[in-house]
Nanobody, 126 residues
């Protein structure tokens, strides 16, 4: 069992940056591919970014590529999401998730993940 807890959310102005952290407890999540998803009010949860267990491969949604960076420190059981140049469309609850699948195709889907954090609010507004 892996417990995930997100932190670092809050209210920022358009153009500003924010870094989310996801800390794991219980079993180490070093063997897992880690992902970030988000859910805006009235919308479905959507993929944001993922990083493989080795950290050697990263994947991004088109809407955040070039602005967001996912990274991990497996020794500390932490995954980060650095978010730059934020704009109001990035407002959502952000979720950290862990997948024990080896299939790339599942990393972009909610159903591809086995463990989830409780989510953290990010609001981008002037």
């Amino acid at each position: 069992q892996v417990q995930l807890v997100e932190s670092g959310g809050g209210l920022v102005q358009p153009g500003e940056a924010l870094r989310l952290s996801c800390s794991g407890s219980g079993r180490t999540f070093s063997p897992y591919t880690m992902g970030w998803f988000r859910q805006a009010p009235g919308k479905e949860r959507e993929f944001v970014a993922a990083i493989t267990s080795s950290g050697g491969s990263t994947y991004y949604a088109d809407s955040v590529r070039g602005r967001f960076t996912i990274s991990r420190n497996s020794a500390k059981n932490i995954v980060y999401l650095q978010m730059n140049s934020l704009h109001p469309d990035d407002t959502a609850v952000y979720y950290c998730a862990a997948s024990n699948s080896w299939r790339l195709s599942v990393y972009f889907r909610v159903t591809g993940y086995d463990y989830w954090g409780q989510g953290i609010q990010v609001t981008v507004s002037s």
